[in-house]
């Protein structure tokens, strides 16, 4: 196997799984730092519920971000040398940065929260969470800010054959990045609204199924408490009702911001990344309309055998100029400009090895981008359909009795994560068979790009690279298994389960200076 | 000028990482070996609860600063490590998880499974990231490239080893001198024990390397470290000795910065030795990123770094505490089951 090929799925694998985490953690960082500003604020119990329950199952998800994103800053070097030769006059700073003004902070400050209950003054103590989720949020946009410059490299000058950093501030504003980095966060709010409404809506629904809120004939809700359960009272219909419209409006402004800032991206990613763009819509042939759905070979690069079914004219205009009547190119136009320019096979080298003077296909694998897009917009829309369905169906303080609207609503929680890895997976295969997209808009940078088949490591074998990728996918499965485990158990467990002194005698507590909190 | 501050910058970097998570990982080997009961395990774990997140970062950062830095000596060094770095990539992984997860369930069989992650995953770090930095100071099978010549341990030699033990050994007597001065009760008396009569043999390989580095390469500077090595260590073990635990976590801090500041002392200005041609060697000058980068580098480890010391500072502060095995909740008491 072509140590290319084993390095790609491995950066693939990690990153798509970690990417499960991030999003989660940078959405649900800012709404538990909203619930404990409540509760500082109020003084209302139920909001110190709500930062309990939800802070905990932010940590367990935290955790295995950080413990998945370490991997992320080593194998840059450890498979991809030659890419870290070639882009570290500019690629480390802004990692570096991240390590410095980012995850510093959110570690640091996320262990002061962690172990801080009771320890800290509140303020200082909501001050502490806050901090970290900044560093979260900061974090995020460091290393878009990375990632952007591999899909539109800017802010550098060829230099001895490799790119040099002239002007720091071109990089960190770059409109890639500005775009990307706004869409991510906006994505994951409404990852975060999702994991709201999805749990409080199984809660809400289990409170009923228990007969403990009761909708009477008269469509009057009786709200009871459970005999059996002191975490289950009256306040805990309160504590999931505002969780399931606070998941609601999380979500559906995050989407509102997605698909804005998703518009923004297209209509650069049709300066910056023509072709991208050309096969997120499978359009062969240069035009003006959009293909909701074409049908055939897709994936062939020479587009044979694709068919629209169905156009809407304009649309693709629209989408890459704001208007209707602007001509896009498509593939078939768009390969002969890519060819001409960047070559018809890979240069002859010692970096290309056994690659050298192979063919250059410059059609992105086009079944993963074309479905990717689609996943993305698709999973995106129905999950903000369905938020703003819930809450019209709440709208009297309870979910309806149906089991089955309580599975879907639980299944649900899925629909935003998976259109997020969609995403990414779209934008990373688009930009092949660049691992540096080159910059062809006016003004742009001559000549600095790369090859991905140019940056593996050059000494590193097909055995490591599989030995990593399956250590790494094990621990990874297991990692994945065990988290949801314990998410499923906590959430099952209620409020309760995170504040185990809900159902202790009060006397317990006060017999000894006992840790608050304690692994 | 620039480059040889950033040397110092990733110096200061390592050092920070092999100081701060140094204790984590000694103490997460303790809670194998040396422990004794489910009490003193969780006393141990509580005692870099709050802090061992905030101190892996520093190895995140000086990986980062490196590659930012130093692109060519992250990149070689890198990938020619790539099993061992694997390696260590999977303990982190592992103990990050393991630190989290452990407390997540009380059940005695699920606690054990994770004490193995924790301790086995620490000893698997402290031993791969020594024989990283052993390799980086004493030298690889580079080509002109910068690539490996030969098999996937090609890199595997006594060095190697000596300094994997070296990591090992400091993160054992560290650890042990850090649950000294941050617990009480038992634990507190074992750790002081365990200091005085672990040291003069845990630390054997790390004094082996960092004399052999003098030997091979070292000047003036270096040796002078040396002394101040030899001079804190012994401070520290008396200190140990004498049950004052605060001076002796000193000493012992103090021994390693020399320690490790003599190490790359002795190497500089190379950065990566080349074992096949010293033509071939990695240096200050050959491997590190534009003036225009290491400038942009300086300012923002300029701002950043004191706010880091300070706010970790902080973060000490706050759990001073010493901690004791009444103070762990839910030990004597019925397990909380989740509500199912």
Known sequence: MDPLDIARWQFGITTVYHFLMVPLTLGLGPVVGFLQWRWVRTADERWLRLTKFFGKLYLVNFIVGVATGIVQEFQFGMAWSEYSRYVGDVFGAPLAMEGLFAFFFESTFLGLWIFGWGRLPKRIHLATLWIAVLGSIVSAFFIIVANSWMQHPVGVRLVDGRPRLVDIWAVLTNSTALAAYAHTITGAFAVAGGFLLGIAWYQLWRRRHDGIDVVRADRTLHIGSDPDDAGRDVADHAVWIRALRIGAVVAIVGFAGVAVTGDLQGKLLFQQQPMKMAVAEAACETGTGFSVLSIGDVGSTDCTGVTAVIEIPGLLSFLANGDTTTTVEGVKDLLPAYQAEYGRTLPKGPLYGARSGRPVDYVPDMQVTYWGFRIMIGFGGVAAFAAAVALWLTRRGTVPASRWLARLAVLGILAPFGANAAGWIFTELGRQPFVVAPNPTPGGVDGVFMFTAAAVSPGVT???????????????????????????????????????????????DEDDDVLAFAY | MLPTVWFVAIAVLWLGYLLLEGFDLGVGMHMLVTARSEGERRVMLNTIGPVWDGNEV???????????????????????????????????????????????????????????????????????IGAGLALTTTGLPIDGNGDRVGGPFAWLNGWAVLGGLAVVGFCLVHGAAFLALKTDGSVRRRAGRLVVRGAPVALLPIVGWVLGVGLLTGGVVSWALVVVAVVAIVFAWLRARSGREGWAFVGIAAFLAAGAGSLFAAVYPVVLPSTIDPAWNLTVANASSSPYTLGVMTVVAACGLPLVLAYQAWSYWVFRRRIDVRHIPGLQEQPVLLHR
Do not use: C, N, Q
Request: proline residues 3%.
């Open chain 1, 462 to 508: 097909s055995g490591e690279l599989l030995f990593s990728l399956i250590g790494l996918a094990l621990v990874y499965a297991v990692l994945l298994v065990v988290e949801v485990v314990l998410l499923v158990r906590y959430v099952r467990g209620g409020v309760a389960a995170a504040m185990p002194e809900l159902r202790r005698e009060p006397a317990h």
């Open chain 2, 58 to 128: 520093w190895l995140l950062v000086a990986g980062a600063g490196t590659f930012a830095a130093f692109p060519l000596w992250y990149a070689s060094l890198f990938s020619v490590l790539y099993v061992p770095l694997t390696l260590v990539l999977l303990g982190l992984i592992a103990r990050a998880a393991a630190i989290e997860f452990r407390g997540k369930v009380h059940d005695a069989r699920w606690a054990r499974a994770w004490d193995l992650a924790i301790g086995i995953g620490s000893a698997v770090t402290a031993f791969g």
